[in-house]
Every structure is written in structure tokens, then in C-alpha cells.
């Protein structure tokens, strides 16, 4: 069943495998002990520091081992924002930062500082312009991906950098998606990372604070790693993450041209074979293992049932598959299509027939969603042919309300669609929805149908969204 989710966790790595059986054997005592087991399990707690450093970039010294990248970027965050509070208490981040990040921003505004959060372009990346004037005199910290997970455009880390060193302010650079395939620019201040994110075992994320970086940890003080990162080290783990990282690393440049390769054909051939797809994130500038796309008119948690039914393991930013039932706060915040999202990220050792199985799988499974939903009836697959231009209609006669309340996705744009070709060039839908993802997913469904959003009022109920019709 090939696994095409390798972007939340990827396979473990036959290295980490072994690395990690070999290390159950022999690195189990306390590293901090001075008899003769302890100094064994120290010598591979050393080892494991110093081929984790190389891989970063750094001094082993300045690499601390942590219980997960979650782990990683709080302790991270918190403690360069201590460690520099006489400066001021701002933080910069970007709009698409891991969930790890957001928290740890929304935490340090509940404390009483302050967060600027930086929009991002519709393909997924910040404006290095834009991120340069967010940083102020009393700016703390700032933190920018490497690249994003759900989309898996990259960031410009090396110009964030640049802007961030002039102002003075330290850097953050999570690297948890983008470290097994290539070091991150040089001139970070800190750097964090998840050992499941590139085939080691989950459980195991990595801290990087440059030498000269103020630093305070926070919490309880504790005498391991550095006082960094507390508790007992799960010693297998961390040597076979680092023994992977060193792996996969050697087999990245390689693995990236090939799946590179893979994921083109799917960004080219997935809009080719199912009508009414848009695929988002940066064309160029991007992972080499990752593509995500949208369809409309698809629920997307049935959508993944089904592509699971049929041997395929993805995952999606919908609205639809997250109990909150809001959409992803990276597609919110590029302003793409929501509904029917799905991520495909492809682990070493895909091949050529099992993305040319996916794409003979998905055009079917996507209609037999759309069935179901009866979006086959009375939605085009096409802009219909423009009529003739006439005067602005302004009449209630050439307007139509839909009331989709109390509607999930993707029903309030299945019912738009259907109605839309009712009205006259010129005229108006007002759609009634208390969806969060109809304010994402009807501005969505206007750019790809070639209609004009008119905009969004408060309601009785929800939001009413109008749209005009203009072909």
C-alpha cells in the first residue's frame, strides 16, 4: 500500500533501525555515570551530537537533543525570548509557521507581549520585504520555516537572515520539513528539527543555539543537555535519528532529482485528469517530495476515506477532516481553495508506478465523491460561454439568496454553482453560510470559475457571501 504521507512522519529508515537495536544494546545506562557502561553510553551520546552538528551546521556544542520538535521549538522560543526581554518582548513570525510556532506566539501574547504576524503570498511564501519591516527596535526574536509542511514552499531563509542580522535580531529557522534533503542557509540563530520528519524514530527533535545567542532556559533548571532540554535522554533514539539524518542526507541529492521528477508529473497530470483542481504552493521553489492540490466540490474527509480504501495513504488541510471544522491556517492564509485539499508527500523509494496507479485511481474518486454530493448535477465542468455584456443588474429580480446554513463543506459552493448560471450577466448570489470555510472557498470558487466576489457581510446567522456573475 504505498504510503504517500511522508511529510507528517516518514518510514523509518533501515539505518535508524539498526542504529536504534544496536544502541538498545549498548547505550541503556546513564551517559552522565563515570563507570564503564556509562562511559559507553556517553562515547554514543557524543557521537550521535557530533554527526547530528555536522548535518545542521553547527557546533556540537550548540546542539541539544530534545523529546520532539514540538519540544524543540517551545523551549526554543521561550528561552530567546527571556534570554533577550531587556530588548523588548516583540516576536515576528510568518503566517504559515508549524502549529508549534502559533502556539508558542499566542502563549507569549497571553503574557503580555507582542506578536506580528507576517502574510504570505498566495504560493505559500513570505515577502522577505515584508518580513524585514516587521522587525522593530524592541523585536526579541523572529522565526521563519525553512519550508512549509502543507505546501512545501520554501521560505527565503538566506534573505530573512540577511534582515534579521542589520536589524540585529536573532533568527529561528524551524527545519523540521526541509533538514533530511539540505542544510538551511548559513547565519541562524537558533534551529529546530524533528527526527520523524526524515526517518529516525518519532519522540526525537534537536535545539541549535548559536554560541553569542542570548539564552535563558525556562522551567525547572535541569543538569542534562546543557539545562536545554530536561529529563533522562532516550539515548537509542538519538543515536538512530542522528545515524539516519547522516543517511538520508547522503542519499538526498539523488532521491530529490527522482522524486522531484514524480512530483511534476503529478502537478502537471492530476489538473489534466480531474476537472476543477487547483494546485497550490510554489511551482519552483518547493520541496522536492511534496505537492498539494485542491478539488472542488469534494468533501475532503470523504475524499481520504476513499483514497485510502483504494490503497493510498495521503493526508489534507480541509476544513472537513479537522474536528474544528476551520481550514488550515496555511491555506487561510494563502487564500486558496480549502475544500477537497489533499497532500501528497512521497517517501524514498516511491516509484514511477505507484504515482502513475494514484493518478489512474484519483480522477474516479473524486467523481464518485461528487456524486454523492450532487455536485454532478447543474455544475458545469467549464465557465459557460460569456453572454452578451449588459447593464449592471441591480433589481432584486436578478438576484438570488442560497441558503446553505448550517451546511458543511463543500455544500455552500455545490449550491452556488448550481444556481450562479440562474441569474443574468451582471446579476447577484448571496450565499448564507456559517461555515469558516466558506469565507476561504467562495472568493476560491470566483477566481477558478471566472466570477466576481463581491465581498462578505455579517448575517443574521453566519456570513452572507454575494458573488456576480460575469460569464
Given at each position: 500500500?504505498?504510503?504517500?504521507?511522508?511529510?507528517?512522519?516518514?518510514?523509518?529508515?533501515?539505518?535508524?533501525?539498526?542504529?536504534?537495536?544496536?544502541?538498545?544494546?549498548?547505550?541503556?545506562?546513564?551517559?552522565?555515570?563515570?563507570?564503564?557502561?556509562?562511559?559507553?553510553?556517553?562515547?554514543?551520546?557524543?557521537?550521535?551530537?557530533?554527526?547530528?552538528?555536522?548535518?545542521?551546521?553547527?557546533?556540537?556544542?550548540?546542539?541539544?537533543?530534545?523529546?520532539?520538535?514540538?519540544?524543540?521549538?517551545?523551549?526554543?522560543?521561550?528561552?530567546?525570548?527571556?534570554?533577550?526581554?531587556?530588548?523588548?518582548?516583540?516576536?515576528?513570525?510568518?503566517?504559515?509557521?508549524?502549529?508549534?510556532?502559533?502556539?508558542?506566539?499566542?502563549?507569549?501574547?497571553?503574557?503580555?507581549?507582542?506578536?506580528?504576524?507576517?502574510?504570505?503570498?498566495?504560493?505559500?511564501?513570505?515577502?522577505?520585504?515584508?518580513?524585514?519591516?516587521?522587525?522593530?527596535?524592541?523585536?526579541?526574536?523572529?522565526?521563519?520555516?525553512?519550508?512549509?509542511?502543507?505546501?512545501?514552499?520554501?521560505?527565503?531563509?538566506?534573505?530573512?537572515?540577511?534582515?534579521?542580522?542589520?536589524?540585529?535580531?536573532?533568527?529561528?529557522?524551524?527545519?523540521?520539513?526541509?533538514?533530511?534533503?539540505?542544510?538551511?542557509?548559513?547565519?541562524?540563530?537558533?534551529?529546530?528539527?524533528?527526527?520523524?520528519?526524515?526517518?529516525?524514530?518519532?519522540?526525537?527533535?534537536?535545539?541549535?543555539?548559536?554560541?553569542?545567542?542570548?539564552?535563558?532556559?525556562?522551567?525547572?533548571?535541569?543538569?542534562?543537555?546543557?539545562?536545554?532540554?530536561?529529563?533522562?535522554?532516550?539515548?537509542?533514539?538519538?543515536?538512530?535519528?542522528?545515524?539516519?539524518?547522516?543517511?538520508?542526507?547522503?542519499?538526498?541529492?539523488?532521491?530529490?532529482?527522482?522524486?522531484?521528477?514524480?512530483?511534476?508529473?503529478?502537478?502537471?497530470?492530476?489538473?489534466?485528469?480531474?476537472?476543477d483542481v487547483e494546485v497550490v504552493g510554489d511551482p519552483v521553489r518547493r520541496l522536492p517530495h511534496l505537492?498539494?492540490?485542491?478539488?472542488?466540490?469534494?468533501?475532503?474527509?470523504?475524499?481520504?476515506?476513499?483514497?485510502?480504501?483504494?490503497?493510498?495513504?495521503?493526508?489534507?488541510?480541509?476544513?472537513?477532516?479537522?474536528?474544528?471544522?476551520?481550514?488550515?491556517?496555511?491555506?487561510?492564509?494563502?487564500?486558496?481553495?480549502?475544500?477537497?485539499?489533499?497532500?501528497?508527500?512521497?517517501?524514498?523509494?516511491?516509484?514511477?508506478?505507484?504515482?502513475?496507479?494514484?493518478?489512474?485511481?484519483?480522477?474516479?474518486?473524486?467523481?464518485?465523491?461528487?456524486?454523492?454530493?450532487?455536485?454532478?448535477?447543474?455544475?458545469?465542468?467549464?465557465?459557460?460561454?460569456?453572454?452578451?455584456?449588459?447593464?449592471?443588474?441591480?433589481?432584486?429580480?436578478?438576484?438570488?439568496?442560497?441558503?446553505?446554513?448550517?451546511?458543511?463543506?463543500?455544500?455552500?459552493?455545490?449550491?452556488?454553482?448550481?444556481?450562479?448560471?440562474?441569474?443574468?450577466?451582471?446579476?447577484?448570489?448571496?450565499?448564507?453560510?456559517?461555515?469558516?470555510?466558506?469565507?476561504?472557498?467562495?472568493?476560491?470558487?470566483?477566481?477558478?470559475?471566472?466570477?466576481?466576489?463581491?465581498?462578505?457581510?455579517?448575517?443574521?446567522?453566519?456570513?452572507?457571501?454575494?458573488?456576480?456573475?460575469?460569464?
Open positions: 500500500m504505498p504510503y504517500f504521507d511522508a511529510a507528517s512522519a516518514a518510514p523509518l529508515h533501515p539505518v535508524a533501525r539498526q542504529a536504534l537495536l544496536a544502541a538498545l544494546d549498548e547505550g541503556w545506562a546513564d551517559p552522565a555515570r563515570l563507570y564503564r557502561e556509562g562511559r559507553r553510553a556517553r562515547l554514543l551520546l557524543d557521537a550521535a551530537r557530533e554527526a547530528a552538528a555536522e548535518a545542521v551546521g553547527c557546533r556540537p556544542d550548540e546542539l541539544v537533543f530534545t523529546s520532539s520538535g514540538t519540544r524543540a521549538v517551545h523551549s526554543g522560543i521561550s528561552g530567546a525570548l527571556a534570554g533577550r526581554r531587556r530588548v523588548g518582548r516583540h516576536l515576528v513570525v510568518s503566517a504559515v509557521e508549524h502549529s508549534s510556532v502559533l502556539h508558542s506566539a499566542a502563549a507569549h501574547e497571553d503574557g503580555g507581549g507582542s506578536v506580528t504576524e507576517v502574510p504570505v503570498e498566495r504560493s505559500g511564501a513570505v515577502d522577505a520585504s515584508v518580513f524585514a519591516r516587521a522587525l522593530r527596535p524592541d523585536t526579541a526574536l523572529a522565526c521563519l520555516q525553512s519550508a512549509n509542511h502543507e505546501v512545501g514552499t520554501e521560505q527565503p531563509v538566506a534573505e530573512a537572515v540577511a534582515a534579521c542580522r542589520e536589524a540585529g535580531v536573532p533568527l529561528l529557522v524551524d527545519a523540521a520539513q526541509s533538514l533530511g534533503w539540505e542544510p538551511v542557509a548559513e547565519g541562524w540563530s537558533l534551529l529546530t528539527a524533528s527526527a520523524h520528519k526524515w526517518g529516525g524514530p518519532a519522540g526525537t527533535g534537536l535545539l541549535a543555539v548559536r554560541k553569542g545567542v542570548r539564552f535563558a532556559p525556562q522551567g525547572p533548571a535541569d543538569e542534562r543537555e546543557s539545562g536545554r532540554a530536561s529529563g533522562f535522554e532516550n539515548l537509542p533514539a538519538i543515536v538512530a535519528a542522528a545515524a539516519s539524518l547522516r543517511a538520508v542526507r547522503a542519499e538526498a541529492a539523488g532521491e530529490a532529482a527522482r522524486l522531484r521528477a514524480l512530483v511534476d508529473l503529478i502537478r502537471a497530470r492530476v489538473p489534466e485528469l480531474v476537472p505537492v498539494t492540490f485542491s478539488c472542488l466540490y469534494v468533501d475532503g474527509e470523504t475524499l481520504l476515506q476513499e483514497l485510502d480504501r483504494s490503497g493510498f495513504s495521503v493526508s489534507s488541510g480541509s476544513s472537513c477532516t479537522s474536528s474544528t471544522l476551520t481550514p488550515s491556517h496555511v491555506l487561510r492564509a494563502m487564500g486558496v481553495l480549502s475544500e477537497g485539499n489533499v497532500r501528497v508527500s512521497l517517501p524514498a523509494g516511491t516509484t514511477r508506478e505507484d504515482v502513475d496507479r494514484f493518478l489512474a485511481v484519483l480522477p474516479p474518486v473524486v467523481a464518485g465523491v461528487r456524486e454523492k454530493l450532487g455536485a454532478t448535477t447543474g455544475v458545469p465542468a467549464a465557465p459557460p460561454s460569456p453572454a452578451p455584456a449588459g447593464p449592471r443588474a441591480d433589481s432584486p429580480a436578478d438576484s438570488l439568496v442560497v441558503d446553505a446554513l448550517g451546511r458543511r463543506c463543500p455544500v455552500p459552493v455545490i449550491e452556488l454553482a448550481k444556481v450562479i448560471g440562474e441569474v443574468p450577466v451582471g446579476g447577484t448570489v448571496t450565499v448564507l453560510a456559517d461555515d469558516e470555510a466558506a469565507r476561504l472557498d467562495i472568493p476560491a470558487w470566483c477566481a477558478m470559475r471566472e466570477q466576481e466576489y463581491v465581498g462578505e457581510e455579517p448575517a443574521e446567522r453566519g456570513s452572507a457571501y454575494t458573488v456576480r456573475r460575469l460569464v
